[in-house]
């Protein structure tokens, strides 16, 4: 079993700002994952040329299920608001997504408010105070070969505190599901604290930002403790360096 995290920058490319489908179908079909988490997903958004990028990935990757869940309605950096039930869905959205090659039981999303301030975030046009977004983690329970097998993915503030507010409130909301229980994603802190805050096992470490050069690990693939179900020995971790994004992506296969 593969198990997958990245972090896709909406599918940009760092060597020429642009987005092609077929890069990101080329650097997520390396993945070769049976189950993916992403984040910054765009979906018809103009910047990324109104791709769906979660049905993108999914098709590269050969997988019957996916399921994105919005964020924020509109551009983050420009225009956008927190997205509501009632939003309209033919408008541009941005969130997270998951993606899986086994039949999904139950899926389950969690609202995580965004921090009440403004950081400074270094961006093109240089050191930015912006409005921090609402997260969101999208949970789904998975009928593998092995057994039942909870799955979270979520994309946390870079807003230090707040992050880890976050990431206690997506702990508390998958333990409700069945065990074995992963957690992937990009955390916005690196291993030690996530650690440290969630008491779950980090299956990977491996620098994972910033893609040219990695010199951190912001991309988590995380395992509860808890729960006598067995989630196998870890045989395998990779990341790749692909032709998109600012993150590369965090793999890990299990022996299950």
Do not use: C
Request: net charge positive; hydrophobic share 45%.
């Amino acid at each position: 079993m593969r198990l997958a995290t990245f972090n896709l920058l909406h599918g940009r490319s760092l060597s020429d700002n642009t987005v092609h489908a077929d890069r990101v179908r080329a650097a997520v079909a390396d993945l070769d994952a049976d189950v993916l988490g992403l984040q910054e997903v765009d979906r018809a958004q103009p910047r990324s040329g109104h791709l769906d990028l979660t049905a993108l990935a999914a098709e590269a990757l050969g997988a019957p299920v996916h399921r994105f869940a919005a964020a924020v309605v509109g551009t983050p950096g420009h225009i956008w608001h927190p997205w509501h039930a009632e939003a309209d869905v033919s408008h541009p959205q941005y969130g997270i997504a998951l993606v899986s090659r086994y039949p999904v039981q139950r899926w389950q999303i969690t609202q995580l408010p965004a921090a009440p301030i403004r950081s400074p975030v270094v961006t093109g046009e240089g050191v930015l105070l912006l409005k921090d977004e609402p997260r969101v983690m999208l949970a789904a329970v998975l009928q593998t070969p092995h057994g039942l097998l909870s799955v979270g993915t979520t994309h946390l503030s870079f807003v230090p505190g707040w992050n880890v507010r976050q990431l206690r409130h997506a702990v508390r909301a998958l333990r409700a599901l069945p065990a074995p229980r992963i957690l992937l994603g990009d955390l916005n802190m690196p291993a030690g604290p996530a650690r440290a805050f969630t008491g779950w096992r980090p299956l990977a470490r491996a620098a994972t930002f910033p893609s040219p050069s990695p010199r951190t690990q912001l991309d988590h693939v995380l395992a509860d403790p808890r729960g006598r179900a067995p989630l196998g020995r870890v045989v395998q971790v990779r990341t790749p360096h692909p032709p998109v994004s600012d993150h590369r992506p965090l793999v890990v296969r299990l022996d299950r």
